[in-house]
């Protein structure tokens, strides 16, 4: 997501749960016969994934839990944080499985569900109530932080995966 345009928080992530699945349709929907294609997929997705998920932990987590005004917002944070810790169990091991094993697709679609469950629960619950809390320019402000951040993320996971394809 290359965006020097400002754009809201909510905006950007919301543009960013779309690539996310996408891209976890598109990895669903293959076989054990295309190795390559989801090992493909796989690559995008995970760097998709980490670098949205830092940048909700690193600049809109806390941000909505600094404004947080009643005990269900804090729910609202914590339960988003404890999803993106199992987020952080289930895609180590799909990155471990081989992609032309049945298990795979069988791991694929638990983290396409866990993602889904999560991005809707955002969507629909925290993101409307973040404009509340937020308002408009702070939203604003958050969502061009969020927009640099996350391109560095996207920079460094390509260079890393440069320098892996050398070796």
């Known amino acids: 997501m ?3 345009k400002t754009i809201d928080a909510i905006r950007f992530l919301t543009a960013d749960h779309k690539l996310l699945r996408g891209l976890l349709s598109d990895l669903e929907s293959t076989t054990e016969r295309g190795a390559k294609k989801r090992s493909d997929i796989l690559d995008r997705l995970q760097a998709a994934i ?3 998920a830092k940048v909700e932990e690193e600049i809109f987590y806390p941000a909505f ?3 947080a005004k009643s005990k269900e917002d ?3 944070f914590l339960e988003a ?10 895609l180590p091991e799909l990155e471990a499985t081989s992609t032309t094993s049945e298990v795979f697709g069988a791991k694929a679609k638990v983290l396409k569900d866990l993602i889904e469950h999560h991005a809707e629960e955002e969507e629909e619950e925290m993101f409307p109530r973040a404009r509340k809390l937020l308002g408009k320019q702070r939203l604003g402000d958050l969502g061009a932080e969020m927009a640099v951040r996350h ?4 920079a460094e996971h390509s260079g890393a995966r440069k320098t892996r394809a050398r070796r």
């Open 2 to 4: 290359a965006q020097t």
């Open 81 to 90: 944080t404890e999803e993106h810790g199992l987020v952080d169990i289930v």
């Open 74 to 76: 804090n729910a609202k």
């Open 65 to 67: 839990h600094d404004a």
């Open 50 to 52: 980490r670098a949205h």
């Open 151 to 154: 391109e560095q993320l996207l």
